[in-house]
């Protein structure tokens, strides 16, 4: 089991593009968080999906929003992209009855220009 | 609302020496607390879940509701517990949690 995948690794795009990134659960995990990191910070919660359904969301705008798929997978997607949106983004997976324990991939580093 | 506090940034002991990273909280229920790890150029891991109460890798915490906190400790540190260590709490409705995480602590341990 390779654990949580992301992809792409690395991705840099300028002000007012759009972005998707990809998340793949570790095997038998039923839910997804999305977390972003900014340098030097913790990282900050950004939304939960569980059977295809946003469940829980952070203090992120619209124009932050995701897509579970019915393999569990998921997409984050980002409109309009400012350069505050420069970060590291992490997925985790678990299983909703053990939803504090989560297993994290290895993140996307957005770099918006 | 919901706060995990690090209050350290940085932290250098000498191999050997008693560890303790500080980690306090603020939250209105009942919390589920945690320590997440970052070894270099490896994925966050989660390291210690109060409720277990278990011992990995030597590190020990114990929720102290009174006070508030979480505080993570070993006794001997050794080179390979340098890293980066997240303390985070676990707040939802029903099944779905989600993880407020501090600022982080970078721990070196220095031979």
């Known amino acids: 089991d390779a654990g949580v995948t992301q992809s792409p690794t690395h991705l840099i795009k300028t002000r007012g593009q759009q972005v998707t990134l990809r998340c793949s659960p570790k095997?038998?995990?039923?839910?997804v968080s999305w977390y972003q990191q900014a340098l030097g910070q913790g990282p900050q919660f950004i939304f939960q999906y569980y059977e295809e359904e946003e469940r829980q969301r952070g203090n992120f705008p619209d124009r932050f929003s995701g897509h579970q798929f019915p393999n569990y997978s998921s997409e984050l997607n980002v409109n309009a992209l400012l350069l505050g949106d420069s970060a590291l983004y992490l997925c985790?997976?678990?299983?909703?009855?053990?939803?504090?324990?989560?297993?994290f991939g290895p993140g996307t580093r957005l770099t918006v220009l | 609302a919901q706060r995990v506090t690090q209050p350290e940034k940085l932290l250098s002991v000498f191999k050997g020496a008693p560890v303790e990273l500080k980690c306090n909280y603020s939250?209105?229920?009942?919390?589920?607390l945690f320590w997440y790890v970052q070894y270099s150029r490896q994925r966050l891991q989660l390291l210690l879940r109060h409720i277990s109460r278990e011992s990995i890798k030597g590190f020990t915490a114990d929720l102290n509701k009174g006070e508030t906190s979480f505080h993570l400790k070993k006794p001997f540190a050794q080179e390979e517990d340098s890293a980066m260590y997240y303390c985070?709490?676990?707040?939802?409705?029903?099944?779905?949690?989600?993880?407020?995480f501090g600022q982080g602590t970078r721990l070196t341990i220095n031979p």
């Open positions: 939250y209105s229920g009942s919390p589920e």
């Open positions: 985790a997976s678990s299983l909703i009855e053990r939803g504090g324990e989560q297993f």
């Open positions: 095997s038998g995990h039923d839910t």
């Open positions: 985070a709490l676990s707040k939802g409705l029903g099944g779905a949690q989600k993880l407020v």
